[in-house]
């Protein structure tokens, strides 16, 4: 199942053609439209410098926010198009304001090699997000041939994730999507063991379908956030204001029953009356959280032998915070959790992190590069975890 990716078309396939890039620039703006953070924009250069060293038209497609089919000035792409351009100083980098694909058309064939242009916002257009095929074969035009560098956009068929792709070949992988896949397929498929999962997260409804896909996977699966409160639930414990689903109690029973000693649940838990009231936190056994207080994140004890089982992994996932990691003193069982798997990696674990929050928590401790790979796509690596297909994926070309 692996895909064609850049790296496999010959130098004659790249060379002074248009290469109809779809990237992941879906970055957060402030109010002045400045990029606040352009993770996402470096993410794509090393696609970016390999197409353009070999001589390609490089033409971008992206989407930014959620605007409904057509323009908006907040969501244009011209501020990324700026730091794009400094993020690349040898480089010229092009703007096209304009949503009519003609004019996309004649900019593309205007462009030089080794030049780069940015179309405008893919969500501007009306049949983006339905995967219109009228749209797709459009967008088809605008190259000769296809890459898919966007991996936080793959589980979504819209016309240039996906459309795109039956009409343009080759169509292949660049390399943050190689990456990407070859980190979370690694993981599940060929692991090397002990292979530890730890879940968290305020729900455990996004979730279940995860740790049903990992648990036959997995050596040890554990849970932190307030995931593990409806697990609490079923096994009778009080647990007082914590956020708990009700209506998957059940299911959590009998996720408890399958999983055998595998499932492991915190043993102590950080508790206080509110978010706000963190002066109040008290740590508490899991058997004695008080009606009128909150589980906010896991207790030291949990940290502990929590770190324990990550250091002795040779595999180490992780998807979710272990608790409300925005607000001090709740973030500390996440730390210790990002500790524990940056020293992994430094002793030949390889360690994985998926889901938006949870690498949000990882740049905030400063151990993004202390990881094997942080995962930029929250939904997707989600979905990829449940073992679902990724459309923007599945259509591109195999090897
Ligand atoms: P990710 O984006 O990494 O997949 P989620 O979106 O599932 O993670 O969950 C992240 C959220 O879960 C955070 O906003 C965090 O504050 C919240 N959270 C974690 N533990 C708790 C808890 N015990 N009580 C309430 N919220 C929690
Ligand atoms: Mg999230």
Not at 79 to 87: A, E, T
Not at 231 to 257: N, Q
Not at 368 to 377: F, L, N, P
Request: hydrophobic share 40%; charged share 25%; net charge negative.
């Amino acid at each position: 199942m692996a895909k064609l990716t850049i790296r496999d078309l010959p130098a004659e396939k790249i060379s002074g053609k248009r290469a109809l890039v779809r990237v992941d620039f879906n970055v957060p703006l402030d109010e002045h439209r400045h990029v606040t953070d352009d993770t996402r924009i470096r993410a794509a250069l090393p696609t970016l410098d390999y197409l353009l060293e070999r001589g390609a038209r490089v033409v971008l497609l992206s989407h930014l926010g959620r605007p409904k089919g057509k323009p908006e000035q907040k969501y244009s792409l011209e501020p990324v198009s700026r730091r794009l351009s400094q993020l690349m100083p040898s480089r010229k980098v092009l703007f096209v304001e304009s949503t009519d694909t003609d004019d996309a058309m004649k900019a593309t064939n205007q462009l030089k090699d080794g030049e780069v242009l940015l179309l405008e916002n893919t969500r501007f257009l009306g049949g983006e997000e339905t995967n219109d095929e009228r749209l797709a074969r459009a967008l088809a035009e605008l190259g000769d041939f296809y890459v898919n560098d966007a991996f936080g956009s793959a589980h979504r068929a819209h016309a240039s994730t996906e459309g795109v792709a039956r009409h343009l070949k080759p169509a292949v992988a660049g390399l943050l999507m190689e990456k990407e896949l070859a980190y979370l397929h690694g993981a599940l498929e060929t692991p090397k063991k002990p292979f530890v999962a730890i879940l968290g997260g305020s729900k455990i409804s996004g979730k279940i379908d995860v740790i049903e896909a990992l648990l036959p996977k997995v050596d040890a699966l554990l849970v932190g956030g307030a995931m593990a409160c409806t697990f609490y639930k079923a096994m009778g414990l009080e647990t007082g204001k914590s956020l708990v689903e009700p209506e998957r109690v059940e299911m959590a029973e009998e996720l408890i029953e399958k999983a055998g000693t595998i499932l492991i649940l915190p043993h102590d838990a950080v508790v206080a009356p509110s978010i706000e009231a963190g002066g109040k936190a008290k740590t508490v056994g899991r058997e004695n959280i008080p009606a009128d207080m909150a589980m906010l994140d896991i207790g030291p004890r949990t940290a502990e032998s929590y770190s324990r089982a990550i250091l002795s992994a040779k595999t180490v996932l992780w998807n979710g915070p272990m608790g409300v990691f925005e607000t001090p003193p709740f973030d500390k069982g996440t730390r210790a959790i990002a500790d524990a798997m940056a020293e992994a990696t430094s002793k030949g674990a390889t360690t994985i992190v998926g889901g938006g929050d949870s690498a949000a928590a990882v740049e905030q401790a400063g151990l993004a590069s202390k990881m094997s790979h942080v995962s930029t796509g929250g939904g997707a690596s989600l979905e990829f975890l449940e073992g679902k297909t990724l459309p923007g994926v599945a259509i591109l070309d195999e090897k």
